[in-house]
């Protein structure tokens, strides 16, 4: 019988680094197709979101959702997080993966019964300090609404996370935009948002939150996003 060859430790090196360059090139495909996505909303009118009768198109929401979760599987080599959070109006779902040492990229979606979609194209400098994570960077978030004006605008901002230790965990996320980083009729923006999480396993988590997102606006009132608590999941591989 035939002996399989033995691979030396330089060839497990190179192996490494193969799919560390395949990992690389998937993040940056899937942050590029929703950078796409997010130019060709931004360039057609906010009416398409709704239909002749003026229900939402929640089925554009869940086409979403199921393309950053198959993108997400595709990359199942390589480090990576979903989470799925949800309440009584609105659902959400994200995807965050690391781009190379020290950056991570994450692309959000939220559907509101109330208020439309908003998606977030998010990119930050990662520090880990013994039981604490800091996450410092910028995100562009596209608002699309039915009674209120659509938004784009470019945030700064970061995230925080501390292991309160046996499984615990508590985590944080603030971003600001100033209005010269708004386009359109966009005047403003703010949104932060806090997470209680209980570990199941060390790829899986249950938590509690609380969010808050808010857009201002030069000549319409304010639109509030989301302001109230949500329950999530999760999952890393």
Not at 25 to 49: E, K, P
Not at 108 to 135: M, Q, V, W
Not at 148 to 154: E, G, H, M, P, Q
Request: hydrophobic share 35%; charged share 15%; proline share 3%.
């Amino acid at each position: 019988m035939r002996k399989l060859p033995k691979y030396s430790f330089s060839h497990q090196n190179e192996l490494k680094r193969y799919f560390n360059k395949l990992r690389t090139m998937q993040i940056y495909i899937i942050l590029n197709y929703l950078s796409i996505y997010l130019f060709h909303c931004y360039t057609v009118s906010s009416s398409s979101i709704y239909n002749e009768k003026g229900t939402p198109m929640k089925k554009q929401f869940l086409q979403s959702m199921i393309f950053c979760i198959c993108m997400g599987g595709s990359t199942s080599i390589f480090a990576g997080e979903i989470n799925v959070g949800l309440n009584d109006k609105v659902i959400s779902t994200d995807f965050t993966a690391p781009l190379g040492q020290s950056v991570n990229g994450n692309i959000d979606y939220l559907y509101s019964d109330d208020n439309g979609h908003l998606a977030e194209l998010g990119l930050h400098l990662t520090h880990d300090a013994s039981i604490y994570h800091f996450e410092i960077g910028t995100q562009l978030s596209r608002l699309w609404v039915k009674n209120s004006k659509d938004a784009t605008v470019l945030s700064i901002g970061g995230k925080y996370a501390i292991d309160l230790g046996s499984n615990l965990s508590l985590q944080g996320s603030g971003y600001y935009t100033p209005t010269v980083l708004t386009f359109g009729d966009a005047d403003g923006h703010y949104q932060f948002d806090s997470q209680f999480q209980y570990n199941l396993t060390p790829q899986m988590g249950l938590y509690v939150g609380y969010r808050y997102i808010r857009f201002k606006f030069d000549d319409f009132p304010s639109n509030t996003f989301e302001n109230g608590a949500y329950i999530g999941m999760r999952a890393k591989f």
